[in-house]
T-cell receptor, first 114, second 113 residues
Framework: SAVISQKPSRDICQRGTSLTIQCQVD?????MFWYRQQPGQSLTLIAT?????????ESGFVIDKFPISRPNLTFSTLTVSNMSPEDSSIYLC???????????FGDGTRLSIL | GENVEQHPSTLSVQEGDSAVIKCTYS??????FPWYKQELGKRPQLIID?????GEKKDQRIAVTLNKTAKHFSLHITETQPEDSAVYFC????????????FGKGTHLIIQP
């Protein structure tokens, strides 16, 4: 399966700042998604990153807070804006090679907000 | 939207015994059901998945069953080993997996030596 690289792997940030997380895949993939996993909890879908168009956000997540880019079929970014301690989580990207292909996850970005 | 319930939250079994984790889903349009294993500090890893046109799928010691009528699917692990200890998540999606996944809350599986 595809090799998925996320950067940074972890970061500690000040409240009110923003951080951009990168997800790079070593092959073209049809689908890319962003999830959040709060400490000790399950995964929650933030949005589907659409290549060449605006991301599709799930209920409770908005573009102003979590802007997403997907300029091509191998790369996406998620920005966490105006961060507060409640944004402390692991953020994971996942990719699927095509329709009806399983999703595979990157290692995640562990974000702590002070 | 979809809602996935997962039970139990914690499961402790003796090494060599079987473990069963159960999930229910609410959206009758969901047609793709993967299971992920997550070890502490690691990424979730796909261990098995099933689509709605199949009732059962097996891969060595792992099997998944699906009951579409009851909107219920289960993970079965036989001959458990210490390395099976992890958190297991079930998930559901529409579109054969082309849509994002809705996850259950997870089951912490503990294999007692």
């Amino acid at each position: 399966s595809a090799v998925i690289s996320q950067k940074p792997s972890r970061d500690i940030c000040q409240r009110g700042t923003s951080l951009t997380i990168q997800c790079q895949v070593d092959s073209q993939v049809t689908m890319m998604f962003w999830y959040r996993q709060q400490p000790g909890q399950s995964l929650t879908l933030i949005a589907t990153a659409n290549q060449g168009s605006e991301a599709t956000y799930e209920s409770g997540f908005v573009i102003d807070k979590f802007p997403i880019s997907r300029p091509n079929l191998t790369f996406s970014t998620l920005t966490v804006s105006n961060m507060s301690p409640e944004d402390s989580s692991i953020y994971l990207c996942s990719v699927a090679g095509g329709n009806h292909q399983p999703q595979h996850f990157g290692d995640g970005t562990r974000l702590s907000i002070l | 939207g979809e809602n996935v319930e997962q039970h139990p939250s914690t499961l402790s079994v003796q090494e060599g015994d079987s473990a069963v984790i159960k999930c229910t889903y609410s959206d009758s349009a969901s047609n793709y059901f993967p299971w992920y294993k997550q070890e502490l500090g690691k990424r979730p890893q796909l261990i098995i998945d099933i689509r709605s046109n199949v009732g059962e799928k097996k891969d060595q010691r792992i099997a998944v069953t699906l009951n579409k009528t009851a909107k219920h699917f289960s993970l079965h692990i036989t001959e458990t080993q210490p390395e099976d200890s992890a958190v297991y998540f079930c998930a559901a999606a529409r579109g054969g997996g082309a849509d994002g996944l809705t996850f259950g809350k997870g089951t912490h599986l503990i294999i007692q030596p």
